[in-house]
């Protein structure tokens, strides 16, 4: 099981940016995803990368704001976040999966989080107005 631990996350204005980190032990798996929650609300998964970052996929909510990304050499995934807005208000958690993870992210729906086995503890991002 891939052990994962998330940093980077903070305080920021309206447009602001932050940068995630998720770091993977002992590797990143096969596709590795960023999720949030916010209080009340069921988690999201917000993008996915493939192994070796050729493909990524985001939900329509961070399309064109946010960047997932990732470090082999440090086996570490990001999440690149712009222009943020406070309904990212959230705790955003790293998750890792097998390829299905990522071929089934568009289909899954609400199962999506499942098909992820490996999930970190979470870094809160919360955006003010």
């Known amino acids: 099981q891939v052990q994962l631990v998330e940093s980077g996350g903070g305080s920021v204005q309206a447009g602001g940016s932050l940068r995630l980190s998720c770091v993977a032990s002992?590797?990143?798996?096969?596709?590795m995803g960023w999720f949030r929650q916010a209080p009340g609300k069921q988690r999201e998964g917000v993008a996915a990368?493939?192994?070796?970052?050729?493909?990524?996929i985001y939900a329509d909510s961070v399309k064109g704001r946010f960047t997932i990304s990732q470090d082999n050499g440090k086996n570490t995934v990001y999440l690149q976040m712009n222009n943020l807005k406070p309904e990212d208000t959230a705790m955003y958690y790293c998750?890792?999966?097998?390829?299905?993870?990522?071929?089934?992210?568009?289909?899954?729906?609400?199962?999506?989080?499942?098909?992820?086995?490996?999930w970190g503890q979470g870094t809160q991002v919360t955006v003010s107005s």
């Open positions: 998750a890792a999966g097998t390829l299905w993870a990522c071929n089934t992210w568009s289909s899954s729906g609400p199962d999506r989080e499942t098909r992820f086995g490996s």
């Open positions: 002992p590797v990143i798996d096969s596709c």
């Open positions: 990368i493939y192994a070796g970052g050729a493909r990524t």
